[in-house]
């Protein structure tokens, strides 16, 4: 049996996903971090995912080090790399982490990269392989689900393609973690999204001291 397709984001009370938008090439390059600009961008990112960078779960998988915080966060951080068998990202989000991420990718699962670029599939160790898809959100995630198996397919973000996946009717569920932290202008999650065609039912709830953490289904109206 096929699993589900689902997204887990962090996001602030106002409803932002990420900071207003900066070159990936500037926030990831050494001369880029005397720029104020990518300075309150790094700040404002990292106040966001405050919750998740003391987790054990989390230190190990981008081998940070040994040690780290046990508890709800930490078994909704493993929870959600557990049930996932294959990623769906943007272009965006790609570029961003090729710059940030370990050699070792932390995904050590297949990656379908949603591009209008020609790229021949990039593996890293650990069982990390990026596939670059040309042809529309809908391909990739026939080539995610067919290489999840029964397990689930993470639509990685970032928020624009997340909006895609929401419109078409292909998300089942998704997870928010709601982080106390407001940022008044930036990437919103729900910005293009077209509210009259989605239905949504709350799952779960579930609150740790630094976030809570809120599930839906999905339907259609």
């Known amino acids: 049996m096929a699993g589900k397709v689902f997204f ?16 990936v090439e500037d926030v990831f390059s050494p001369g880029g971090q005397d720029d104020p600009r990518v300075q309150r961008w790094m700040a404002k990112w990292s106040e966001l995912q405050a919750w998740l960078f003391p987790q054990r779960f ?11 915080e046990e ?6 951080a493993r929870a959600t ?12 989000m790609f570029d961003g982490g090729e710059l940030a991420w ?4 932390p995904f050590h699962t297949p990656v379908y990269v949603v591009t209008h670029t020609k790229r021949d599939p990039w593996e890293r160790p650990g069982g990390t392989t990026f596939r670059f ?18 397990r689930d397919v993470r639509i990685a973000g970032g928020a624009e393609t997340i909006q895609q996946y929401l419109n ?12 106390p932290v407001l940022f008044g202008t930036g990437i919103r999650l729900f910005d293009r999204v077209d509210a009259e065609r989605i239905l949504l ?6 609150a740790s001291s630094r976030v809570t953490h809120l599930t839906y289904t999905v339907g259609k109206r």
């Open 201 to 206: 039912d709350q799952a779960r709830s579930d």
């Open 8 to 23: 887990s984001v962090t996001m602030s009370l106002d409803g932002f996903t990420a900071p207003d938008a900066v070159s």
């Open 133 to 150: 898809v040309n042809d529309g959100i809908e391909n990739a995630l026939l080539q995610a689900r067919e290489a999840a198996g029964d």
């Open 102 to 105: 370990p050699e070792d990718a």
């Open 71 to 76: 508890g709800l966060d930490n078994d909704i």
């Open 81 to 92: 790399y557990e049930r996932t068998g294959a990623s769906v990202m943007g272009k965006r």
């Open 168 to 179: 078409s009717g292909l998300i089942d569920e998704f997870s928010i973690t709601l982080s």
């Open 58 to 68: 989390f230190r190990e998988n981008l081998k940070l080090g040994e040690g780290g």
